[in-house]
């Protein structure tokens, strides 16, 4: 678990195709001082493994590799040797919680529709795949590249959200350009709500059926039905029936 708040960017010092994927080589700093082989680290939002750390643990270069699948679902298949990322390594269970709740699962790309600086700070806004707008809310909040960010308003098809200095000063949000590509994490909470009010309605089905059902076993027989167990039995009985 992440919170989107990113510790560091990364330079992408080489990039490796096999046949099994893609091995990306990313020069660190601080993320790389007490990261272990096989512990997770946040690319641009996207929780990874570290397969290979070399160098000092001050200027540490770590090693991820990505699937054909990842690659071609992040925008990490646009970075080119050289590339900021953003970094982030795992919550600690005693830190300190300063974003919001990042899974580290990217679930689609967005288009940088407009980037404009304003005053100090800079309006982002972002076309992301339709079926997110739905979890996307105002004052909600989003993971843009592993950023935590909030919503500031909601179009028909796209979102904006503003950048402060500071923020604009520690990410890769610094090579943002219009037209680019970002990586996209809603928020998990509105999808357990979602799953939950699925599961709901799917109950809500299943109760009508029931209720249809005994009152057309109730209507042949006069009888009067209160008790539960009998819905369900009749119910069956019902349905063995027909």
């Not at 330079?11 to 272990?36: A, C, F, N, V, Y």
């Not at 700070?121 to 989003?142: A, N, Q, W």
């Not at 042949?220 to 039995?233: A, C, H, P, Q, W």
Request: glycine content about 10%.
């Amino acid at each position: 678990m992440f919170t989107g708040i990113i510790e560091e960017t990364g330079q992408i010092k080489k990039l490796t195709q096999s046949e099994g994927g893609i091995r990306m080589d990313i020069q660190t700093q601080s993320t790389g001082k007490d990261l272990r082989l096989g512990g997770s680290l946040a690319v641009n939002g996207c929780c990874l493994t570290a397969t290979k750390l070399a160098g000092s643990r001050h200027a540490r270069r770590v090693s991820v590799d990505l699937l054909i699948e990842t690659w071609s679902k992040t925008n990490l298949q646009h970075l080119t040797e050289g590339s900021l990322v953003n970094l982030e390594r795992p919550l600690k269970a005693d830190g300190r919680f300063d974003g919001h709740m990042v899974a580290g699962h990217i679930e689609g790309t967005g288009k940088i529709t407009r980037w404009t600086k304003v005053g100090q700070d800079r309006r982002l806004e972002i076309t992301p795949p339709k079926s997110l707008m739905r979890y996307i809310v105002p004052k909600g909040s989003i993971a843009i590249d592993g950023i935590s960010l909030t919503v500031a308003e909601v179009l028909t098809r796209r979102f904006r959200v503003w950048i402060i200095p500071h923020t604009l000063g520690v990410t890769n949000l610094r090579e943002a350009k219009q037209g680019g590509c970002v990586n996209l994490e809603t928020d998990i909470l509105g999808k357990y709500v979602e799953r939950l009010l699925d599961h709901r309605r799917e109950l809500w089905g299943i109760t009508v059926l029931l209720e249809s059902a005994v009152a057309r076993r109730a209507g042949k027989s006069g009888e009067r039905i209160t008790d539960f167990s009998r819905v369900l039995s009749l119910s069956m009985t019902t349905k063995n029936s027909a």
